[in-house]
């Protein structure tokens, strides 16, 4: 039994974290468009029979009606491939939702928030969903009906989360899921790809496909999988998508003296095209930077943000134990940053301790 698992797509999102340039938002969704397609061609040339979305396919807030037109035009050119999606906390089955108000292809099944039995020849496949944008978990203890066949479970929840937030959204415990004993326990809403972490692992996160912003680094994708229809033997492995990646890069700016040896600097090093980058900023500054100008002035479209994590060349608590003017200044700052509430506000105060500094001199 041969089957594709994908989770968390969040077709049509924003993508807040590309505001910053023009036209990247809309390149992102257009990507997603095409890594669906993708996904449908690669079902398509090698004849994978199952195909398992688990929630998250689209954002409800956000999605529109072409989209699903889109995806579902592909889902029809794969007529013998059996698509089972589950509603997430993104995409939940609620009354003014595609998957009540639109007529899908009939190879597409959708589960929704009461527990449902598919049953076929070799195989059974169980699977709910969201029927909110919140919900709690009341399948704790699924009885498996034929354990002589494959038995699948789709559905849409937070593993093993151990904070209130985790709680909302249909959480599920590993040791509880194991007891149950499916063959392949196929789950989304975890953005990060868990497949391979124990030996013999069934319960499985693809993490989202196309990822969604810097919290995502790293190649996305999906998960392919076989069971062996006598011995149950599970054989999984990942696929990457060909969508840009998330990417973080450090750069020591200790040895730089200005705003535009930065800006030269930024201007000359290599990389990815395929990949968004976010810069951040270490070592001891000799300038004051000005993010905003910098963006402006830089040449490298994927770079996507800069993050200022650079010390200040005073040693700002040290001074603050000096009995003199800079040290009474010093405090007074330093007093200003523990009350400070963004990260904007403190590095504010940093640079007005800097010029402060360079004026005491």
Same mark, same amino acid.
């Given at each position: 039994?041969?089957?594709?698992?994908?989770?968390?797509?969040?077709?049509?999102?924003?993508?807040?974290?590309?505001?910053?340039?023009?036209?990247?938002?809309?390149?992102?969704?257009?990507?997603?468009?095409?890594?669906?397609?993708?996904?449908?061609?690669?079902?398509?040339?090698?004849?994978?029979?199952?195909?398992?979305?688990?929630?998250?396919?689209?954002?409800?807030?956000?999605?529109?009606k072409?989209?699903?037109?889109?995806?579902n035009?592909?889902?029809?050119?794969?007529?013998?491939?059996?698509?089972? /999606?589950?509603? *997430? #906390?993104? &995409?939940?089955?609620? %009354?003014?939702?595609?998957? @009540?108000q639109?007529?899908? $292809?009939?190879?597409?099944?959708?589960?929704?928030?009461e527990?449902?039995?598919?049953?076929?020849?070799?195989?059974?496949?169980?699977?709910?969903?969201?029927?909110?944008?919140?919900?709690?978990?009341?399948?704790?203890?699924?009885?498996?009906?034929?354990?002589?066949?494959?038995?699948?479970?789709?559905?849409?929840?937070?593993?093993?989360?151990g904070?209130?937030?985790?709680?909302?959204?249909?959480?599920?415990?590993?040791?509880?899921?194991?007891?149950?004993?499916?063959?392949?326990?196929?789950?989304?809403?975890?953005?990060?790809?868990?497949?391979?972490?124990?030996e013999?692992?069934?319960?499985?996160?693809?993490g989202?496909?196309?990822?969604?912003?810097?919290?995502?680094l790293?190649?996305r994708? /999906?998960?392919? *999988? #076989?069971? &062996?229809?006598?011995? %149950?033997?599970?054989?999984? @492995?990942?696929?990457?998508? $060909?969508?840009?990646?998330?990417?973080?890069?450090?750069?020591?700016?200790?040895?730089?003296?200005?705003?535009?040896?930065?800006i030269?600097?930024?201007?000359?090093?290599?990389?990815?095209?395929?990949?968004?980058?976010?810069?951040?900023?270490?070592?001891?500054?000799?300038?004051?930077?000005?993010?905003?100008?910098?963006?402006?002035?830089?040449?490298p479209?994927?770079?996507?943000?800069?993050?200022?994590?650079?010390?200040?060349?005073?040693?700002?608590?040290?001074?603050?134990?000096?009995?003199?003017?800079?040290?009474?200044f010093?405090?007074?700052?330093?007093?200003?940053?523990?009350?400070?509430?963004?990260?904007?506000?403190?590095?504010?105060?940093?640079?007005?301790?800097e010029?402060?500094?360079?004026?005491?001199?």
């Amino acid at each position: 039994m041969r089957f594709i698992h994908m989770a968390d797509m969040h077709l049509d999102s924003p993508f807040e974290s590309l505001a910053s340039k023009p036209n990247l938002a809309k390149e992102r969704r257009l990507e997603q468009r095409r890594v669906m397609k993708e996904i449908v061609e690669y079902i398509k040339k090698e004849n994978i029979p199952y195909f398992f979305i688990a929630g998250d396919l689209y954002e409800q807030e956000y999605i529109k009606k072409s989209s699903i037109e889109y995806i579902n035009n592909l889902f029809e050119q794969i007529p013998d491939t059996l698509i089972f /999606i589950t509603p *997430g #906390n993104h &995409d939940p089955y609620i %009354k003014n939702s595609f998957y @009540k108000q639109f007529t899908w $292809s009939k190879n597409v099944h959708i589960f929704s928030e009461e527990l449902s039995i598919l049953e076929f020849k070799d195989i059974d496949i169980y699977g709910y969903g969201f029927n909110d944008f919140y919900m709690q978990n009341k399948y704790q203890n699924i009885e498996i009906k034929n354990k002589n066949k494959i038995n699948i479970l789709i559905t849409h929840g937070s593993l093993d989360g151990g904070n209130d937030e985790n709680k909302q959204y249909n959480p599920l415990a590993s040791s509880q899921l194991k007891q149950m004993d499916f063959d392949y326990i196929a789950l989304g809403h975890i953005h990060k790809a868990s497949y391979n972490d124990y030996e013999n692992q069934k319960i499985v996160y693809p993490g989202s496909t196309v990822s969604i912003g810097f919290d995502e680094l790293g190649p996305r994708g /999906i998960i392919e *999988g #076989n069971i &062996d229809e006598v011995t %149950k033997k599970l054989e999984l @492995k990942f696929i990457k998508t $060909s969508a840009k990646t998330f990417e973080e890069r450090e750069i020591d700016i200790s040895a730089l003296n200005s705003e535009e040896a930065l800006i030269e600097e930024l201007n000359s090093i290599n990389l990815d095209d395929n990949k968004y980058y976010k810069i951040i900023l270490v070592g001891k500054r000799n300038f004051d930077i000005n993010i905003s100008n910098i963006m402006s002035l830089i040449k490298p479209i994927n770079i996507i943000k800069i993050k200022n994590k650079t010390k200040t060349k005073y040693d700002i608590e040290n001074i603050a134990k000096q009995i003199s003017l800079r040290g009474i200044f010093a405090k007074k700052i330093l007093e200003k940053i523990e009350n400070a509430t963004t990260e904007e506000e403190k590095e504010k105060l940093l640079n007005s301790f800097e010029i402060g500094m360079d004026v005491l001199k």
